[in-house]
């Protein structure tokens, strides 16, 4: 199959099976849900095959010509490539977990339906060439998430829900007026001819408007936490595999390889990115509810993305998309664990939990591997994107921005392991729940081990990345 038909099969298979959904559900169950697996399992299987081609040099390029210079362009160079497999091999993953988790709730064809579209419209944005594409693909994420947060229905759910899309649309709106002064100021939104060119701050600050708001950066982080009355599988699609990453991966995309910009715009996104992960772990600290605490987590984890795409060093770029995969694994590993602890207790706060590890060892030693990673600690994947991340942040960064960082990442193994003892050990406060089902059990130990696996074997990402910085022409 050549590179085109696999990106178009990557692209088009989820936004265009997404529809077929409800018609499978007039069949079966079992029909509908095997579809949507399938859905996303083929979107992974045709990005991974993406990945050697990539790494060979090749780069897969399609147009369907419109008017005015608004082509959907797509093209699977290595950051997008690499972006779409990370994404799409998370997603898979939820709902492979998905078939258990939402069996008992109603309107699950919505739910799925709304899921593979979040996730066509990922693949969609990621490969995307044209900014009002990027644009277009990433108000279709907005529309989905506003259904899969508002899942459950009560008046507060919609009301989260409803907030969701509006603080999201709004920082959209602002990057669709950044996006306009760029084509009125270089008559092109084609991302391949504007490299190199410079943009004006206004422009950038607007463009990261929409880009905070998505990523759910300060000012724009509340809604995520609020976020969490929707099903732990949203919560980690949200949080770990799609939504939240298309804002750095936006920046990486459009401020990392393509545009130029003023010196004091960068230093702008480290110094929000550093409070905003200082704040969002202080925040960790007190809350009690787990799914909201680990929504602070992520909050807090994205910034530390940020301080590896924005310091200006090729070290810390490589770190900061590493610590996109790595993010992504070990946080849907721990939104999946809470969504086990969730169903079996009947409760998110954590004071109300407890000695747990008994009832429930397999979900306890993943959420305890997946906090590790998340911590920083060797030998797991997240140890070593956090140091590339500060080794390369320490070479170009100042003081300030560092000593915010370090002081998050200190209190972020304070925040996790107070999680992990007030939910796994200590008093038991309520009669033994049991184990989830085999399937979301099984999906959360896989991707605790393979938060350990990557750092055994991180020399083959970290390859594939290094090649990737030097071949898109990366941030020296």
Partial sequence: MDLVTIMKTAVFAPLLGAFLIPFAARISASARNVLAVSLGLLTFLAAAALLPRALSGQVAAYTLAFPLGFDLTLSADMLAVFMAAVSSFTSAVILVYSVDYISHYEDQTEYYTMVVLFLGSMMGLVFSMNLVWMYVFWELTGFASWRLVGFFRKDTDVQKANKTIMVTVFGALCMLAGILMIYFANGT???????????????????????????????????????????????????????????????????GVTVVVAEGFYYGV?????????????????????????????????????????????????????????????????????????????????????????????????????????????PFGGFFSKFLVFRGAAETGSALVLAL?????????????????????????????REGSFTMVASVAFLALLGLALGAFVHYPANYVEILTSQIGAIE
Avoid: N
């Avoid at 004006?200 to 724009?220: C, D, E, R, Y």
């Avoid at 732990?232 to 799609?242: F, G, I, K, R």
């Avoid at 602890?341 to 954590?350: F, L, R, S």
């Avoid at 209190?411 to 996790?416: I, V």
């Fill in 189 to 255: 939104m084609d991302l391949r001819h504007l490299r190199g060119e410079t943009i004006s701050t206004l422009a950038a600050v607007l463009i990261m408007a929409g880009i905070l708001s998505k990523s759910a950066t300060l000012p724009f982080s509340t809604w995520l936490p609020d976020a969490g009355v929707a099903p732990s599988t949203v919560t980690s699609l949200l949080h770990a595999a799609v939504l939240v990453k298309i804002g750095v991966y936006a920046y990486a995309r459009i401020f």
């Fill in 270 to 378: 480290l110094l929000v990115a550093g409070l905003s992960a200082l704040i969002s772990a202080g925040a960790a600290m007190i809350e009690k509810d787990i799914k909201r605490i680990i929504a602070y987590s992520t909050v807090s984890q994205i910034g530390f993305i940020f301080l590896g795409l924005a310091a200006g060093g090729r070290t810390a770029f490589i770190g900061g998309l590493l610590y996109i995969m790595m993010h992504s694994v070990a946080k849907g590993g721990l939104f999946l664990c809470a969504g086990i602890v969730e169903q079996k207790t009947h409760t998110k706060d954590i004071t109300r939990m407890g000695g747990l590890f008994r009832a429930m060892p397999v979900t306890a030693v993943s959420f305890a591997l997946c906090s590790l990673s998340v911590m920083g600690i060797p």
């Fill in 405 to 433: 960082f370090l002081v998050g990442a200190v209190m972020t193994l304070l925040y996790l392991i107070r999680l992990f003892y007030l939910v796994f050990l200590g008093e038991e406060r309520q009669d033994a729940p």
